[in-house]
C-alpha cells in the first residue's frame, strides 16, 4: 500500500490509502460529532442532521435527485452517527472520482435544511425511535445503558427523545451543522487506485475549500452516575430479555484492548463461546447469548445479554453468575485463549480487504489509540511491516495478561442488570439485587 497525507489550507486533513489491488474508490468523510456531543434539549440532533443532508442541497435540491445522480455513476453510499462521530462515504467507479467529490462536498457544505423536510423527516425519526422502542432487545439494552450512565448523553439511545425530536427547529439545525460541521473538525479519507495524486488533490482543493474552517473539538469528558443497578419492565413478551452491563474508564494502550477483545471473544462473541456452551449448548436455556465490548476514547462498555425461555430466567441468570465467578476465579484457559487468537487475527486481516473497514480502523487509530493524523503515522498504522507486528504482538500477548486485564475489568467495576419479563412473571426487583450483590462479592 501507498500513503499520502496532507491538508488544506482551511485545516481539512486528507489521507490518500492506495492498496495494490482496487477497483473502486472510497471517499470517506468523517465529522468529529455525535450524540455525546449533545446539550440538553439537542438530544438526537447529530443523527437528525445526518438524516437532513440527505434531503436536498444547493446543487441537489431533492433526495430523488441524489439517489439518482449516485445510481448513474454507480455508487455506494450511506451515512452514520455514532456516540463520538459521524460519517458519509460514497464508493464509486474510479472513472467517475470528480462527480462523486462533487456530490460528498455539496452533502457536507450545501444542505438545505427546507422547513418542510424537517417536519417530514421529524416524524420518520420519531417512528424510528418508537421501532426501536418497540424491539424488546433495543429496549433491554437502552435500559441498561440508562442505569450505567443515568441522564448522561451516553446513556440514552443516538436517535434522541421524542420530546427533543419535537422540538428541533431550522436554527438549532444550522447552528449545530456549523458548529461541528468545519474542516479542522473533519477528515477526508480517499482509498483506491490513485493514479494522479496531484490532479486529485487539486479537485479536492477545488471542492472543500470553502468549507468553513472553525476549530477542531475534543471527546467529551464522562463522568458516571450509576445510582441503580436494577431495572425491570414487563411486557407482551414470551420470553425474557436481560443485559447484565458495566463501563470502565477508557482504556488507550492497543495490547490491553487486544487482551480484552480476546477476553470477550472468549466470553461470548464466538460461535464456539462460554455463554454459548453453558447457557444454550448444554442446558437449551436460551434462544440467544453472547457479550459484545464496546470501546470509546472515552469509556468502555462490557455487556452480556441473552434471550432466555419463559420459564427459565432463574436458572439461566444463575448460570450467568456462576460462569462470570468461575471466569474471574479460574481465568480463561490455553485452548480458548489460542481459538480466540486465530479468530482474532482472521478478523483484523479482513479488515484490509475492506476499503470501509480499512477507514473505520484508520480511525479507531486516530480517535482510541490517540495517534496524530501525520503521513508517518499513516505508513505506521497501515503499512505490510506494521500488519506483521500486529498479528505478532496478538501471538505474543501471554494467558496470564489476557486473565489479569479481564479480572481487573469485573473487580474495578459494578454490574448492573436490565430485564424485560412477561408480563404475567413472578420474577422480583429483589430476587435480581441478590444476583448483582453475589456478583459484586469477589
Same mark, same amino acid.
Given at each position: 500500500m501507498n500513503f499520502d497525507f496532507l491538508k488544506l489550507k482551511n485545516g481539512l486533513r486528507v489521507i490518500f490509502i492506495q492498496p495494490e489491488v482496487a477497483s473502486t474508490i472510497l471517499l470517506f468523510f468523517i465529522i468529529k460529532v455525535g450524540s455525546d456531543n449533545e446539550k440538553k434539549g439537542e438530544e438526537g440532533l447529530a443523527h437528525f442532521v445526518e438524516h437532513m443532508v440527505f434531503k436536498g442541497t444547493k446543487n441537489f435540491p431533492e433526495q430523488k435527485i441524489i439517489f439518482k445522480e449516485l445510481d448513474k455513476i454507480g455508487g455506494k453510499f450511506n451515512g452514520a452517527t455514532s456516540h463520538q462521530y459521524t460519517y458519509y462515504y460514497i464508493k464509486t467507479l474510479e472513472d467517475y472520482f470528480s462527480e462523486s467529490l462533487f456530490i460528498l462536498a455539496d452533502l457536507i457544505k450545501n444542505p438545505l435544511f427546507r422547513e418542510e423536510n424537517i417536519q417530514e423527516e421529524k416524524k420518520i425519526v420519531i417512528s424510528e425511535l418508537k421501532e426501536k422502542m418497540d424491539d424488546p432487545f433495543e429496549k433491554v439494552f437502552l435500559n441498561c445503558l440508562e442505569l450505567l450512565y443515568h441522564d448522561l448523553p451516553q446513556g440514552r439511545s443516538i436517535i434522541g427523545l421524542e420530546s427533543s425530536i419535537k422540538d428541533f427547529n431550522r436554527d438549532k439545525i444550522v447552528n449545530f451543522k456549523n458548529k461541528f460541521y468545519n474542516s479542522k473538525n473533519s477528515f477526508l479519507l480517499v482509498i483506491g487506485k490513485l493514479r494522479n495524486k496531484q490532479k486529485?488533490?487539486?479537485?479536492?482543493?477545488?471542492?472543500?475549500?470553502?468549507? !468553513? *474552517?472553525?476549530?477542531?473539538?475534543?471527546?467529551?469528558q464522562v463522568?458516571? %452516575?450509576?445510582?441503580?443497578?436494577? &431495572?425491570?419492565?414487563?411486557?407482551?413478551?414470551?420470553?425474557n430479555y436481560l443485559v447484565l452491563g458495566l463501563h470502565s474508564s477508557p482504556i488507550n494502550k492497543l495490547k490491553k484492548l487486544i487482551s480484552l477483545k480476546l477476553a470477550n471473544k472468549i466470553l461470548g462473541e464466538m460461535a464456539y463461546s462460554r455463554l454459548f456452551l453453558s447457557l444454550r449448548s448444554d442446558?437449551?436455556? @436460551?434462544? *440467544? @447469548?453472547? *457479550?459484545?465490548?464496546? !470501546?470509546?476514547?472515552?469509556?468502555?462498555?462490557?455487556?452480556?445479554?441473552?434471550? +432466555?425461555?419463559?420459564?427459565?430466567?432463574?436458572?439461566?441468570?444463575? +448460570?450467568?453468575k456462576d460462569e462470570i465467578k468461575k471466569t474471574i476465579k479460574d481465568g480463561f484457559n490455553s485452548e480458548e485463549i489460542f481459538i480466540a487468537k486465530n479468530k482474532f487475527t482472521f478478523d483484523t486481516l479482513t479488515i484490509f480487504e475492506d476499503p470501509i473497514k480499512l477507514a473505520n480502523y484508520y480511525f479507531f487509530n486516530l480517535f482510541i489509540l490517540g495517534k496524530k493524523p501525520s503521513k508517518n503515522n499513516l &505508513?505506521?498504522?497501515?503499512?505490510?511491516?506494521?500488519?506483521?507486528?500486529?498479528?505478532?504482538? +496478538?501471538?505474543? !500477548? %501471554?494467558?496470564?495478561?489476557?486473565?489479569?486485564?479481564?479480572?481487573?475489568?469485573?473487580f474495578r467495576n459494578k454490574f448492573c442488570l436490565s430485564l424485560l419479563i412477561p408480563e404475567d412473571s413472578n420474577f422480583s426487583e429483589k430476587e435480581a439485587v441478590k444476583i448483582i450483590k453475589e456478583l459484586l462479592v469477589k
Open positions: 486529485i488533490f487539486k479537485l479536492i482543493e477545488k471542492n472543500f475549500n470553502d468549507l !468553513i *474552517s472553525g476549530k477542531e473539538f475534543d471527546f467529551p463522568k458516571s %452516575k450509576q445510582n441503580d443497578f436494577v &431495572k425491570i419492565e414487563k411486557a407482551k413478551v414470551n420470553q442446558k437449551n436455556l @436460551c434462544y *440467544s @447469548c453472547g *457479550s459484545e465490548l464496546d !470501546i470509546f476514547s472515552n469509556r468502555l462498555n462490557l455487556f452480556i445479554f441473552a434471550i +432466555v425461555n419463559k420459564e427459565k430466567l432463574r436458572e439461566s441468570l444463575e +448460570v450467568l &505508513k505506521k498504522i497501515l503499512s505490510k511491516k506494521r500488519i506483521e507486528e500486529f498479528v505478532n504482538l +496478538v501471538k505474543k !500477548i %501471554k494467558n496470564d495478561e489476557i486473565n489479569s486485564l479481564f479480572k481487573e475489568l469485573i
